[in-house]
């Protein structure tokens, strides 16, 4: 005669059975949002060995390159990728459990890393020789070992954030003045037609106008606000994707991964992840460089930012690796 299960060991078993279920669930989930995002392989160790020795604090942080790239450079250059217009850097701090975001000026004159004493702007060097030319020309001139990066180009970024359901922003009188040309002009590109702004204040844009936002560079601090800019915008999508649903986040995810491209592996966006989730997902603290007062613009062929590399270099460092 069968022995009959205890109601203890049916519960058990039933748990185990929903457990193994949401598990199944999420691995299939997870395997078909990431099978949408554009791989892009690079040879990591190129972009990492600049000849310098990485700062101890280094291994503490996961250090990813946040691109946004113009894509009518295309025919100029012949290259996959614009120049990139926006170039940002977040660091995971998980020793301290903090998150940095910090942005490097697109004009910033750098040092080629292939050692033959030539300069280039940085935002250039992405146009040139895609994301393994820029990411080593940032390792190489700021000692630094990022290998991994995220790329959208900014004709997509309208379709992200209205994928999100806008942002709100809140937009000065002097913003007021330049944002509604620049969404003529986004209109223009992508063949859309878009509400103009007529009032100043805190109000919800939608992707077209936030992206015209992120363009405005002719205000009071110029390009260095521009970049400010551009990481309220990223702060704001990055507030949008906290308080989802997850049924809001899965809808999200379907539609904006096809928008990505990037070199992390489904791995390492699952370690990443998890890292983040157990800080508690806290506030990202910002910054750009080089600092104020710690550059110096020249025109030659065309505008270059200068700043002394060594002491920039101790600056970022300050910044992304928590240092007093």
Do not use: W
Not at 4 to 13: D, E, F, M, P, R
Not at 189 to 201: L, S, V
Not at 213 to 226: A, Q, V
Not at 259 to 284: D, F, W
Request: proline share 2%; hydrophobic share 40%.
């Amino acid at each position: 005669m069968k022995r009959k299960l205890s109601i203890t060991k049916k519960v058990l078993i039933s748990i185990l059975l929903i457990f193994v279920l949401i598990i199944s669930l999420f691995i299939f989930a997870f395997n078909h949002f990431s099978s949408k995002v554009e791989r892009v392989e690079i040879d990591r160790s190129a972009v990492t060995e600049t000849g310098k020795e990485p700062a101890k604090e280094d291994e503490d942080v996961i250090s990813i390159a946040l691109f946004g790239t113009d894509f009518t450079e295309n025919e100029k250059y012949g290259n996959l990728y614009g120049a990139s217009d926006a170039t940002m850097i977040l660091g995971i701090d998980t020793k301290n459990n903090r998150l940095k975001l910090f942005s490097l000026m697109r004009d910033l004159y750098l040092d080629l890393p292939d050692g033959s004493g030539n300069k280039q702007n940085l935002n250039y060097t992405m146009a040139y020789g895609g994301p393994e030319l820029i990411l080593k020309t940032i390792n190489y001139n700021f000692n630094l070992t990022v290998d991994k990066f995220i790329h959208v180009s900014l004709h997509t970024l309208p379709t992200i954030i209205d994928k999100l359901g806008g942002i709100e922003l809140n937009i000065t009188s002097d913003e007021l003045n330049y944002i509604n040309s620049y969404i003529t002009n986004i209109d223009n590109e992508n063949g859309t037609n878009t509400e103009k702004i007529t009032t100043a204040g805190l109000q919800t844009l939608n992707g077209t106008q936030a992206a015209a936002y992120c363009r405005i560079r002719y205000t009071e601090g110029r390009d260095f606000k521009r970049t400010e800019r551009q990481r309220e915008v990223l702060t704001a999508l990055f507030e949008k994707f906290k308080t989802a649903s997850i049924t809001d986040l899965a809808t999200m995810m379907n539609d904006i991964l096809p928008l990505v491209s990037t070199n992390l592996t489904n791995t390492e966006i699952m370690s990443i992840a998890s890292k983040v989730l157990s800080m508690g997902v806290p506030t990202i603290e910002q910054s750009r460089f080089p600092l104020d007062g710690k550059s110096e613009m020249i025109a030659t062929d065309m505008l270059h930012l200068t700043t002394d590399i060594e002491e920039t270099t101790k600056d970022i460092h300050k910044f992304l690796y928590s240092l007093d």
